[in-house]
């Protein structure tokens, strides 16, 4: 298994920046293909980024292409999501999650993931 825990969400501005991370520990976190997830009051969780194993893949919804920037270090078992140009409608619970695979692959379905971490909550003020 696989323990996670986001950090790095708040309140900010339209137009600020913030980056996220999401710690891993336990089980070989390059094992790992991982994701960004959230969620809006009254929404259903949505996928917004992800990364494969290695890093070389990355994949991102079409809302927060050029803003967002996931990116994974496998010797500190980190993942960060770097967002810019926030807007009103980024506000949500950002959850990291992972799903152990070696393929070359990013996935987007949140049922293919088996570990969650609690989120991160993220408030853009207008």
């Known amino acids: 298994q696989v323990q996670l825990v986001e950090s790095g969400g708040g309140l900010v501005q339209a137009g600020d920046s913030l980056r996220l991370s999401c710690a891993a520990s336990?089980?070989?976190?390059?094992?790992?293909?991982m994701g960004w997830f959230r969620q809006a009051p009254g929404k259903e969780r949505e996928f917004v980024s992800g990364?494969?194993?290695?890093?070389?893949?990355?994949d991102y919804v079409d809302s927060v292409k050029g803003r967002f920037s996931v990116s994974r270090d496998n010797v500190d078992n980190m993942m960060h999501l770097q967002m810019i140009s926030l807007k009103p409608e980024d506000t949500a619970v950002y959850y990291c999650a992972a799903r152990e695979s070696l393929e070359r692959t990013v996935y987007r379905n949140s049922a293919r993931y088996d570990f969650w971490g609690p989120g991160t909550q993220v408030v853009v003020a207008s």
């Open positions: 336990g089980r070989r976190f390059s094992n790992y293909a």
């Open positions: 990364i494969n194993w290695s890093g070389s893949i990355r």
